[in-house]
């Protein structure tokens, strides 16, 4: 069986590179972001009606990678953002979310999440929008408030680089019962 633990929070926490450590360590696949491709390619000046195509590129890229995974036997699978990022983010720019992300949130089933803090330096690119600490902040808890009102299993991840992956890598352990 596979499970699918999600790494989630504010920009510029190392998700993306957190999930790419993971899935190496564990010898399997990520589920990259797909806003990341969508913007890249469509531009940076998005609307409401762009999260639904973003919700629908990367529930589709999950479960192609979700395939991938099960036919080659893998046990894990890393997935960088899901429908609580996207219900957090359409909130927080549009103040709405859409009932189809609501009920994706309810229909899918996860067995961890990994939830960045913001205790790493903002880092630019062109598709980073809140540089501000006071808003990473306020991001974060919108996302620890998602955890907290939820069943699955999640983890704090923080700390510097060199902190991340070994946090992960114990929650991870933890959930499937490994003892060192």
Known sequence: ML???VIIGPESTGKSTLSEMLAKKFNTYWVPEYAREYLLEHGTNYRFEDLRKIREGQLALEEQLSRQALEEGKKLLFIDTDMQ???VWSEFVFNQCDSRTLN???ARNYDL???CN???PWVKDELRE???ETTRIKLFHHYKDAMINQDTPWAEIKGGYQNRLPCAVKA???LLGIVE
């Open 3 to 5: 499970k699918k633990i």
């Open 85 to 87: 990022v996207i219900r």
């Open 104 to 106: 994706e949130i309810v």
């Open 113 to 115: 999440y990994l939830l």
């Open 118 to 120: 913001t205790d790493l």
């Open 130 to 132: 809140y540089p501000d």
């Open 172 to 174: 991870i352990e933890d």
